[in-house]
């Protein structure tokens, strides 16, 4: 029962770095979600997909990009890392849109020095 | 557009108190409305849900109703236990097709022996 799998738990980049967050959900669910948690601000949007193929900005996707090859896989991709990027990355997925249950993976916390 | 408001943290109880969480909502028609639980270390899960006014959701002991008058979905347990302690967020559909789910800030409740 893994459900929704994100990788790596925690990573420290250099401004002006690279990196993708990845995530895979094994629930054949059609939507995901990236979302970024600040301290005191709730979750924010980052982008969205409702299936293969289809992926959609959300509240703030300024800097980041996503890509939505196969069902399961969802990947983040930070270019040009920044200090303001600096924070924990959750990816979610759901059977359809609301009211359906989002499921979430564990988070990414990402710090940018 | 769409939102959630709830009450600000930190709260601290005392174990067996009484808890509620306030949580009022601006929307166009009547969406859905949840509540999520952060534990330590761990991703949101959902914890209750409603669909319609007047609808009572409850879990793990935790209650909330879906008050359209007061366009506000409280969330309230009799007697809170130290494992309740976590960060709890009330949230809705939003956005066009209502794929995405907005959070409200958080709540972060402390339960104390």
């Known amino acids: 029962n893994a459900g929704v799998t994100q990788t790596p738990k925690f990573r420290i980049l250099k401004i002006g770095q690279s990196m993708t967050l990845q995530c895979t959900q094994d629930?054949?669910?059609?939507?995901m979600y990236w979302y970024r948690q600040d301290p005191g601000m709730g979750l924010k949007l980052i982008y969205y997909?409702?299936?293969?193929?289809?992926?959609d900005k959300g509240e703030v996707p300024n800097g980041y990009n996503v890509s939505r090859s196969t069902t399961e896989d969802f990947p983040l991709r930070l270019e040009l890392a920044a200090p303001s990027q600096t924070s924990v990355y959750f990816c979610?997925?759901?059977?359809?849109?609301?009211?359906?249950?989002?499921?979430f993976g564990e988070g990414s916390r990402l710090t940018v020095l | 557009g769409d939102s959630v408001t709830q009450m600000e943290g930190p709260v601290t109880l005392s174990e067996e108190a009484f808890l509620t969480i306030n949580c009022t909502y601006t929307?166009?028609?009547?969406?859905?409305l949840f509540w999520y639980v952060q534990y330590p270390g761990e991703g949101l899960q959902l914890l209750l849900k409603?669909?319609?006014?007047?609808d009572k959701g409850s879990n793990k002991g935790f209650e909330a109703t879906y008050r359209k008058e007061t366009t506000s979905f409280h969330l309230e347990k009799g007697s809170v236990q130290v494992s309740d302690s976590a960060v709890y967020f009330c949230?809705?559909?939003?956005?066009?097709?209502?794929?995405?789910?907005?959070f409200g800030k958080g709540t972060k409740l402390s339960v104390i022996p």
């Open positions: 629930m054949n669910h059609n939507y």
């Open positions: 929307a166009t028609g009547y969406p859905s």
């Open positions: 979610a997925s759901s059977y359809d849109s609301f009211g359906g249950e989002l499921f």
């Open positions: 997909s409702v299936g293969a193929g289809i992926t």
């Open positions: 949230a809705l559909p939003s956005g066009a097709g209502s794929y995405q789910l907005t």
């Open positions: 409603a669909t319609k006014a007047d």
